[in-house]
């Protein structure tokens, strides 16, 4: 059974927390990705900006006004290209930090009850969702890129660790197809 | 080439980034593991807390004193599972920021210079491993258990996301050995 009050103190956390791993780290830790198309901590950063915009929300307001009866907006995977563009690691977080905050207190304000949560959405891909499918999924979302971009930066010191590797499971992640 | 500043903003920074991610959170996020004998976000602190104590610096220390004369003391990898009995995660989290906030002091007042890096060790099972592979690792250990904590927090929430499950990558890792 999904908990509502355990998934907002999930999605309020997450902000805070990339904002103090984050925030005056060189570089070489966040602005470096796994190779060709892959992504850094920077871009996954702008990647989450763009969803507090374009997915969660807009999610739940089109499930809440139109059920299933209107699938929800198409999102762009590779939408924050453009979003993080010219910006610095701190302009993101500060604009992650406040975009969540915005989009919690819409959602509190919601005061969703077990039945409104138990309503169906229409994936464009997935099919049938409920509301409280898709929001589990945005904390298990911000959980699945703070795997990412922790992978992503041990990356850069595969070769610094040595013998060590061999210890560092994070070092055999393969993604997951992510 | 390990750059030894990169290195320390990173040690530096993961201790409030737990903090800000894992204080407040109810113990459904943080006392729950993935199965018998696998651990818990709270487990992952205890045993940061412990490599505090027992693993990185007595092994610079030895390294400094001895090179690879003297193999490092041996380290208990359930050593925490004491350490942590009756204790709160903010208790934890307080415990580990401390140390950490210590030990960077020490390291840092070793002024640590390229030929000193280069010093070799004994790994009790790697073999020779040099000082700058030590805190390269120190550094990518985190990372690892930052991996860890957000693939064992996203397993609890495998039946709650429903459909998006496949679209969560995390939600595939199976902890590559670690």
Known sequence: MHDLETTLALLANTPAALNALLRDLPDAWT???????????????????????????????????????????????????????????????????????????????????????????????LGVVTLSELLATWAAHDLNHIHQLSRVMAHQYREAVGPFRQYLGVMRCDAHGA
């Open 31 to 125: 602005r470096v990705n796994e190779g060709e198309k892959t992504w850094s901590a920077f871009d996954v950063v702008g990647h989450l900006i763009h969803c507090e915009h374009d997915d969660w929300m807009p999610r739940v307001r089109v499930i809440l006004e139109h059920g299933n009866a209107v699938p929800f907006p198409p999102f762009d995977r590779f939408g924050h290209v453009k979003a993080v563009e010219g910006k610095s690691m701190p302009e993101l977080l500060d604009e992650l930090i406040q975009l969540r905050a915005e989009n919690l207190a819409e959602l509190r304000g919601l005061r969703l009850t077990e039945a409104v949560l138990a309503r169906r959405g229409q994936h464009p891909a």
